[in-house]
């Protein structure tokens, strides 16, 4: 099957988000069942909360102000350099490391998912430079504007009933489904994009992420 016969799904991520990486691993199960191609783009938690950080949980504040800017700055320098079909690949460097091994979101880890990346280290040295800062907007604000203010990441971007895309906010689900259970959410969202003015479906959450 070629590339044009797969279902395109638009994928906005932050790195530094736990839920965005379950649904992300999800969407990697699912390429595996069904025919379905990523594309995947940077948004911004520092970005989306910068306007309203003092409504912002004081332990998550500060980090917002300092450390979340760095991996989505490396993301963006190395999608200008080498396109957008490295992210794929940088961010489960990067998300492996930070979820999944619970490792510093410091230079030594940025530098170690871009050597597994196939991707030099200096490209670490953009999470310390506001110079491409106006690209990663134009990207944060490509997925926000699909779905609203009022979401976080991840965003996905999927057909709609008419052919057009429609964007939701997850789906929030832990552990990442695998196999036919991954297949099986794949088409339930599917079909709740081709119903017309369907916006939302939503429990508290009990359970935290389950990395495997």
């Known amino acids: 099957m070629s590339v044009s016969e797969k279902t395109p799904v638009d ?15 999800w969407m990697l199960e ?23 950080l003092d409504q912002v949980p004081e332990e998550f504040r500060e980090y917002l102000r300092t450390g979340a800017w760095g991996p989505v700055r490396v993301l963006i320098a190395a999608a200008k350099e080498y396109g957008d079909e490295v992210l ?6 990067l998300g492996t490391r930070f979820h999944n091994e619970a490792l ?23 999470a310390d430079s506001d110079a491409l800062d106006a690209d990663l907007r134009v990207s944060h604000k490509e997925g926000i504007e ?7 990441t991840p ?15 997850g789906p929030v689900v832990t552990p990442a489904p695998k196999g036919e259970a991954a297949a099986r959410l794949w088409d339930g ?3 709740v994009a081709s119903t017309p003015g369907f916006y939302e479906l939503k429990r508290t959450r009990t359970q935290g992420p389950v990395f495997d």
Request: net charge negative.
């Open 30 to 52: 699912v390429e595996k069942v069904r025919p379905v191609e990523v594309r995947w783009h940077v948004m911004s938690l520092a970005v989306l909360n910068e306007d309203e």
């Open 11 to 25: 994928f906005w991520f932050d790195p530094i988000c736990p839920w965005a990486w379950m649904t992300s691993r």
């Open 189 to 191: 969202t599917l079909l």
């Open 88 to 93: 794929g690949r940088l961010y489960t460097a």
């Open 146 to 152: 699909k779905v609203g203010q009022e979401v976080g």
């Open 155 to 169: 965003v996905i971007a999927v057909p709609g009933a008419d052919g057009g895309q429609v964007a939701f906010f």
């Open 104 to 126: 510093p979101r410091d230079r030594d880890t940025i530098v170690a998912a871009l050597a597994e990346a196939g991707l030099p280290a200096r490209l670490a040295d953009a």
